[in-house]
């Protein structure tokens, strides 16, 4: 071989030989971090905030469906509010205690219009109460530690005990960042003197450290009221309202029960939460004791639950059955596929959304509701309309099953998203199963029904129509990576 072609090769391996290591490097750090994610994405819970799998027979006289509504007819507002106030009538009535989960409870946004003081008759309701009282909230409410949220401090000053959700001790969401996060940025904090404009409270600053664990997009999105009613039995109320001002018009909804076994099921479940953040709960309710007759079935649902049960119910729809699912966003695609194959087995399908035009009265691009209505549409068989609101939002996590002789009826916290239907944010549902001739089934009935037609809804050309092949890659990245905020 000629001398020269030698010393070329030579030359040319030696060269490559760095490259490729360098290539090394980088796929191992690329599958390590991919690991990391991977590991915090589906690492167990800490136990017990999920409760177990139950059913419960509770008398259906005793389960009731409230719901919060707000709509417009020739430009004026309406409105018709039910849940605070029930979970303030809950509270007057406790004497053995009071535990409350809710996402929100604060004063953000209340510069943005005139709103009802839900949060300070609340923080009164509960002040009045001499029995013990157990808050259980999310760190959204303090800038994750960088603001004083004025709600928890009237609650302190009254004696009720607050729980912070320690949100390091979930599942990640967010699969790109939180590697990042977990490995150097969470160890710096967040508290210190800020000076990022808040963008949750006008005139307020936060830190950048806030805002980078905001990022992480988590958090306790739960709304659970579990009280004693003063006559030796239990109630658990699960809902889909925050308790703050700057949602009083939004639409909600809500189930009841009383019923000790299953007030024992979501109290064993706060407790084990509030355990995970470092705060104890020593009040107690005695153990369920022996099943109960009943003619409602009553499943509350914590987790990966929600989905399980949903798709469940779905699948086991007929033709001629009615499904209605109402939703603040709709983008969880199991779900979607399921509502698309219920419609061409001849189940009559409407599906109410939000247009996702506002979130607290600030202008949004529309994603994902926009998007995946169009594509419910136009997949056809599904009936979909939008909520008839202007910068108030459709906040209700609603669906019935309305069959010939019995309703299964879903309500409580969680969107059908990755977000809160994967195991990462904390939620909670309640599945009942009832007899259409009771209460609780007319009242769902009654209430869908109403929903479905103008002026509570509007069909789906009263959309922006934002729809577009780019807009809808863009959303299903951002569910598959959770780092959407939705």
Known sequence: MHPKRCERRAVDAGNSSPRKHVARRLAAGVAAYAGLSAWYRFRPNPPGINGWDASYPVPAEQVRLWHDDTWYEQGRRHSHRQIAARIRALVREAREFVLMDVFLFNLHHTERGKFIPITRLMAETLAAQPCPRYFITDPLNTSYGTARCDPLEWLRAAGVRICLTDLRRLRDNNLLYAPLWRLGLQWFGTAGRGWIPNPLEE???????????????????????????????????????????????????????????????????????????????????????????????????????????????????????????????????????????????????????????????????????????????HGGGVRVR?????????????????????????????????????????????????????????????????????????????????DSATRRWLARFQEATGTATW
Not at 247 to 276: D, I, Q, T, W
């Open 203 to 377: 005139g307020r600053t936060t830190t950048l450290r806030a805002v980078l664990a905001a990022a992480n997009t988590r958090g306790n999105h739960r709304k659970v009221i579990v009280a004693d009613d003063g006559a030796g039995e239990y109630r658990t109320l699960v809902s889909s309202a925050n308790l703050e001002d700057a949602s009083c018009y939004f639409l909600n909804a809500a189930l009841e029960v009383r019923s000790r076994p299953v007030a024992y099921h979501f109290f064993e479940a706060e407790r084990a939460l509030a355990a995970m953040s470092g705060c104890t709960i020593p009040a107690h309710i005695p153990g369920p004791g022996p099943e109960p007759a009943g003619d409602a079935l009553v499943t509350p649902l914590l987790g990966a639950q929600i989905l399980r049960a949903m798709l469940a119910d779905i699948a086991s729809a007929s033709r001629g059955e009615r499904l209605y699912l109402f939703t603040l966003f709709l983008a969880e695609r199991r779900v979607m596929r399921a509502v698309r194959a219920a419609a061409a087995r001849g189940v009559r399908v409407c599906v109410i959304l939000d247009m996702n035009k506002y979130s607290f009265g600030e202008p949004k691009n529309g994603v994902p509701n926009q998007l995946t209505g169009a594509e419910l549409l």
């Open 386 to 466: 939008w909520a008839n609101t202007a910068r108030e939002e459709f906040h209700t996590k609603f669906m019935l099953l309305r069959r010939r002789r019995e309703s299964i009826i879903h309500a409580g916290s969680a969107n059908c998203t990755r977000r809160s239907l994967s195991d990462t944010n904390p939620e909670a549902n309640m599945r009942v199963r009832v007899g259409n001739d009771t209460r609780v089934a007319r009242q769902a009935w009654d209430y869908v029904r109403c929903l479905e037609e103008p002026p509570r809804s509007l069909d789906f050309a009263a959309g922006n129509g934002l």
